[in-house]
């Protein structure tokens, strides 16, 4: 249904995915979610700071450090402490966000690292890994998307039906509102149903993926940044494979990156406390804990797909404290979403409560508490995040 190119074992995460869109969870992918997610984590951790960590010092030339940080405030301040340069624009930005910061999303969760010269403290750019829930509402509204596409596919096999009957081509067909809307009911109901019965849904495009688990945002003034694409060209292990430009609003260059990282460099530290509790309650002590991982780390892919957003300084300030505010977009991504329908918004809890189940720990999955083609209350969601972390519910304290 869904490849994530910036994880280890994609196809086995793929194949939950669309077992669970069926209803169809087993036993034994509790103990699978577990080592997906928070093994993957570790993995996409740890390579992104070996790659961050070269694309700096090698564009540099110089001694870097790095700051890890946990929200956008921390990386907003970094922007503002020090500007390489000043014009009236950059001055207004930073008089705006000094004058007011609390409307800049300063609170958002930020699993990021930022990147300096050693000698004299200059910002160099950061990385970041998407957030858990972050993951989940991508992965759906990919998918929702998807879906809505089958779905008007199928309300134009209806439509052309409708034609055939009336002895007329589609193109001279009249359709009213209130057909239209039927039509698409239709649609939906079949959706439904084939999900319910576990038929294949009607195939709506090319493989749905996602490459951007892994991100590294580089500031370059213009006249520099042809210098991170040699970079990355002359790399043994590195591949550009996509390149966009953005112009207008936000002004960037987004390159997807293939990125083969040295098993042997990824394994060559411990693992930390907080994997070895998780793992503990689910079973496995640190020895076993620590040979899964190698397991999981030799038996996975080759390559993994990161992006990289190269930006001047002026244009990386706009896209955190001007006119393309990053949390903006987010907000304008969600309510933009066309389909949001029953389907839609189960398709949304199902993922954010697939990539959840393994931080809980809760140890037998037991059946899914949700299933696509039936109906139920935003407050349902609530009560079965609550439950899967054991916290009362309301009717707890009578």
């Known amino acids: 249904m869904i490849t994530i190119n910036s994880l280890l074992h994609r196809e086995a995460l793929n194949d939950i995915i669309r077992r669970w869109m069926y209803g169809e969870a087993r036993p034994a992918d509790a103990d699978l979610l577990t080592r997906l997610v928070h093994f993957n984590h570790l993995y996409v951790s740890r390579y992104l ?16 450090s790095s700051r890890p940080v946990q929200l956008k405030g921390e990386l907003k301040d970094a922007l503002v402490a020090e500007p390489p340069y000043r014009n009236e624009r950059i001055d207004e930005l930073i008089r705006d966000y000094r004058r007011n910061p609390g409307r800049f999303y300063r609170e958002t969760p930020f699993h990021g690292t930022l990147y300096f010269l050693r000698q004299n403290g200059s910002y160099l750019g950061s ?17 929702i998307d998807r879906i809505f596409d089958t779905i008007k596919k199928q309300a134009d096999i209806l439509a052309d039906e409708r034609a055939r009957l009336l002895g007329i081509p589609r193109e001279k067909l009249l359709t009213a509102p209130e057909d239209m809307t039927e039509e698409f009911l239709q649609a939906e109901n079949r959706i439904l149903e084939d999900l319910r019965l576990k038929r294949p849904l009607l195939d709506a495009g090319k493989k749905l993926v996602i490459n951007d688990v892994a991100g590294v945002k580089v500031t370059l003034e213009e006249p520099e940044q042809q210098k991170l694409v040699a970079l990355l060209s002359r790399l043994p292990n590195c591949k550009i494979i996509e390149e966009e430009r953005h112009s207008g609003r936000y002004n960037a260059t987004n390159l997807i990156v293939r990125f083969a990282p040295t098993r042997k460099e990824i394994l060559a530290r ?62 304008e991504q969600r309510l933009r979403q066309q389909y949001r329908g029953p389907l839609a918004r189960n398709i949304q809890f199902l993922m954010e409560y697939l990539f959840t189940y393994p931080t809980s720990h809760q140890r037998e999955l037991g059946e899914l508490p949700i299933r696509l083609w039936n109906r139920y209350l935003p407050d349902y969601f609530d009560e079965i995040l609550k439950k899967l972390f054991h916290i009362p519910t309301d009717n707890s304290f009578d």
């Open 270 to 331: 411990p693992l930390g406390r907080g994997l070895l509790n998780i793992m503990q309650a689910r079973g496995f002590s640190p020895y076993e804990a620590r040979a899964a991982f190698v397991e999981f780390v030799d038996s996975g892919e080759d390559n993994v797909h990161l992006e990289i957003i190269l930006s001047t300084y002026q244009e990386m300030l706009e896209s955190e404290i001007g006119r393309c505010i990053h949390e903006d977009r987010i907000i």
């Open 127 to 143: 990385s970041r890994i998407k957030r858990v829930r972050r993951l989940a509402e991508k992965s759906a509204r990919r998918i």
């Open 49 to 64: 700071e070996l790659f961050s960590a070269l694309i700096f010092r090698e564009l540099h030339q110089e001694d870097i």
